[in-house]
C-alpha cells in the first residue's frame, strides 16, 4: 500500500480529474485544491508528502504560493504547468519548487517524478534524524565550551545562519536590517 499524501492543486477540473485517477491508481492519498488559498490551507491541514502545483490558479499565483510554502515547510513541490518557458521555470525553481514538469505530461512521467520527490524527502528526514541523533551525543558527552571558551550552542547556530543565508541570500537580507536599523538608532538616540 502506497499511503504517501499528495496535494494536488490545479484549478482546471480535467487536468485535476487524470491526476487524482492516476494517483488512486497507485494508492496514493490525496487532497484537491482549485484555488491559491485552499491549497494554502490545505498544505497546512492535510500536511501532504508533496505537493503538486498548477502556475495559472484563479486567484493567486503558483510562485507566490511556493514562497509563502517555503517560509515554514521544506516539502517538495512538483510544479506541473502550461508555462513552458525557461524564465517561469527558473522563477519557480528560485522560489523553491523542485521540480518543473510542463504541460502536456506523460502520467508515468508524473507518477516517476513524484517518486523521486518522495525518495528524496524520505532520505531528507532520515538523514536529519541521524544529524539529531549525532548532535545529542555529542552535546551529551563533551564539555560546553570549546578551547575559546565560546559557548558550542551559540558557534553552531552561527553555523546554521551562515549556511542559511548561503541558500536564500534575499531571505538573509532581510533578517538582517532590522539589526543596522537598531544599531542607527542607537547611534541617534541621546543617551541619557
Ligand atoms: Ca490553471
Not at 497507485?26 to 484555488?35: D, G, I, P, S, V
Not at 525557461?86 to 512521467?109: F, H, M, N, Q, W
Amino acid at each position: 500500500m502506497n499511503k504517501a499524501k499528495i496535494l494536488v492543486v490545479e484549478d482546471d477540473k480535467a487536468v485535476r480529474n487524470l491526476i487524482t485517477t492516476t494517483l488512486e491508481t497507485q494508492n496514493y492519498q490525496y487532497h484537491t485544491a482549485e484555488k491559491g488559498s485552499e491549497a494554502l490551507l490545505e498544505a497546512v491541514s492535510f500536511q501532504p508528502d508533496v505537493m503538486l502545483l498548477d502556475l495559472g490558479l484563479p486567484d493567486m499565483d503558483g510562485i507566490a504560493i511556493i514562497e509563502k510554502v517555503r517560509g515554514w515547510s521544506g516539502m517538495p513541490i512538483i510544479v506541473i504547468s502550461a508555462r513552458s518557458e525557461d524564465r517561469d521555470k527558473i522563477d519557480a525553481l528560485d522560489a523553491g519548487a523542485d521540480d518543473y514538469l510542463t504541460k502536456p505530461c506523460s502520467v508515468d512521467e508524473l507518477l516517476a517524478r513524484l517518486r523521486v520527490a518522495l525518495r528524496r524527502a524520505r532520505q531528507g528526514r532520515g538523514t536529519n534524524r541521524i544529524r539529531r541523533a549525532e548532535r545529542r551525543q555529542h552535546e551529551g558527552t563533551e564539555h560546553p565550551h570549546d578551547a575559546g571558551g565560546q559557548p558550542r550552542r551559540a558557534r553552531r547556530q552561527d553555523g546554521r545562519e551562515q549556511a542559511q543565508r548561503a541558500r536564500r541570500p534575499e531571505r538573509a537580507q532581510i533578517r538582517a536590517q532590522p539589526v543596522v536599523f537598531a544599531g542607527a538608532l542607537r547611534r541617534r538616540l541621546p543617551l541619557q
